[in-house]
C-alpha cells in the first residue's frame, strides 16, 4: 500500500488521532501550520476532490459537519477557524488521499497564498 493516509488509516503508521468512525479518521497534522491543525481524512481512498462522485456527497458533508465539532470542542466556533481542501500540486496538495485541514487559533489571512 503506497499512500501515506491508507497506511495511517491502517495502523501501520502512527498518528496523534484526535477522532475516528467508521467512515472518518481525524489526526493532528504533523507540521502543524496554526495552533489547531487537524487532518479530516475518508477511510475509502479518494485521490483529489475531482474524484468525488454523488456517493460521496454525504461523507464529504460529515468530514465538513466534523470539522466544526472539533474547531468547536476547542472553542474557535465563534472566534473563527479555518477548512482547506487543496487539490492537485498547483494547489499545495501533497498526500493524494483527500484530506480537510481544519486550522484555528490564530488569524488567517484572505486571499490564501
Ligand atoms: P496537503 O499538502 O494539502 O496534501 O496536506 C498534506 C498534509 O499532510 C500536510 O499538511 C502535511 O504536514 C501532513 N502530513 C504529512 N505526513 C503526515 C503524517 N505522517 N502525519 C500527519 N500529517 C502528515
Ligand atoms: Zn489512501
Not at 475531482?50 to 460521496?56: G, P
Not at 459537519?65 to 498547483?90: D, I, P, Q, W
Amino acid at each position: 500500500m503506497s499512500c501515506l493516509f491508507c497506511r495511517i488509516i491502517a495502523g501501520e503508521i502512527p498518528a496523534s488521532k484526535v477522532y475516528e468512525d467508521d467512515r472518518i479518521i481525524a489526526f493532528n497534522d504533523i507540521n502543524p501550520q496554526a495552533p489547531l491543525h487537524v487532518l479530516i481524512v475518508p477511510r475509502e481512498h479518494v485521490a483529489t476532490l475531482n474524484d468525488l462522485s454523488a456517493a460521496h456527497d454525504g461523507l464529504v458533508g460529515e468530514m465538513v459537519r466534523r470539522a466544526a465539532a472539533l474547531a468547536k470542542e476547542r472553542g474557535y466556533a465563534e472566534s473563527g477557524f479555518r477548512t482547506v481542501f487543496n487539490c492537485h500540486e498547483g494547489a499545495g496538495q501533497s498526500v493524494f488521499h483527500i484530506h480537510l485541514h481544519v486550522l484555528g487559533g490564530r488569524r488567517f489571512s484572505w486571499p490564501p497564498g
